[in-house]
């Protein structure tokens, strides 16, 4: 565990799908940092609130290490790493604590066109490529379906085509490159956007009050762009 801290910790994207929403979501609620975006840790000067910036893939850790108090990370990140740091979703160290509605996509099933989908007991014994197998394998647990999940980092899209796999487990926001590799949807596994994430109880102290604070402001920001 990391020394106490008097100031609330944020992790964010540094750069990515994420990044401009999250600091421009902080901004409308009011919260200003020194530092740049180019910067790793940004100093908060309107309230006790300072940045750290890093790789999406790291901010479940940093919380669940208490590096960082709250991060924003899409849902798929922190439910795939909630297997790896924990036992899964309900025992993982920290919980989401609020959907922020951008970043949206779908974690889905996508298999080559022209091909049928029979629903799930169809996929049993079919090999299915992906970069959450953590959420893949759950799913399919709870589907009581038996198949292989290849795990790959990227350019799952291509897989089926290389005859690594029959079918890919990804996201998909407008569906374009799934058309553009001849695969089309057949399920969605996870509805996807950036949430914020922070402790399961939140501290009694100085953080606890800013995160209730900054709670407050989000919700009303969250309100008026409904
Ligand atoms: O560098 P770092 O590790 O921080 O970033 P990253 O490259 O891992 O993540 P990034 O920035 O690509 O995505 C961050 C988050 O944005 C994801 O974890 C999702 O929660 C969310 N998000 C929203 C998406 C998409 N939309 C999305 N379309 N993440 C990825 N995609 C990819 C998808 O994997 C597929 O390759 O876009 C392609 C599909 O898009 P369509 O529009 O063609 O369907
Ligand atoms: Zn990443």
């Known amino acids: 565990m990391s020394p106490p801290r008097e100031r609330l910790r944020i992790a964010l994207q540094k750069s990515g799908r994420l990044a401009d929403a999250s600091?421009?979501?902080?901004?409308?609620?009011?919260?200003?940092?020194?530092?740049?975006?180019?910067?790793?840790?940004?100093?908060?000067?309107?309230?006790?609130?300072?940045?750290?910036?890093?790789?999406?893939?790291?901010?479940?850790?940093?919380?669940?290490?208490?590096?960082?108090?709250l991060g924003i990370v899409g849902?798929?990140?922190?439910?795939?790493?909630?297997?790896?740091?924990?036992?899964?979703?309900?025992?993982?160290?920290?919980?989401?604590?609020?959907?922020?509605?951008?970043?949206?996509?779908r974690l889905a099933l996508a298999l080559p066109q022209g091909q049928g989908y029979a629903g799930p007991e169809g996929l049993a014994g079919l090999r299915i490529a992906t970069s959450y197998p953590n959420l893949l394998a759950d799913w399919?647990?709870?589907?009581?379906?038996?198949?292989?999940?290849?795990?790959?980092?990227?350019?799952?899209?291509?897989?089926?085509?290389?005859?690594?796999?029959?079918?890919?487990?990804d996201l998909v926001a407008s569906g374009a490159t799934l058309a553009a590799n001849q695969l089309r949807e057949a399920a969605a596994l996870l509805e996807c956007e950036a949430v914020l994430a922070g402790p399961r109880a939140l501290p009694a102290d100085a953080r606890g009050d800013l995160t209730e604070l900054l709670l407050r402001r989000l919700d009303g920001v969250l309100q008026v762009r409904d």
């Open 23 to 69: 600091r421009d979501l902080l901004a409308r609620c009011g919260l200003k940092f020194r530092e740049s975006r180019d910067k790793l840790f940004c100093f908060g000067e309107s309230l006790a609130v300072d940045l750290l910036l890093v790789r999406d893939d790291d901010i479940p850790g940093l919380i669940a290490e208490g590096v960082c108090d």
């Open 75 to 105: 849902r798929n990140v922190l439910r795939e790493q909630a297997f790896a740091i924990a036992d899964g979703v309900d025992a993982a160290p920290y919980r989401e604590l609020r959907a922020l509605g951008f970043g949206r996509c």
């Open 140 to 169: 399919l647990r709870r589907q009581r379906v038996d198949a292989r999940v290849v795990v790959l980092s990227g350019s799952v899209e291509i897989a089926p085509r290389l005859g690594s796999a029959d079918l890919i487990c």
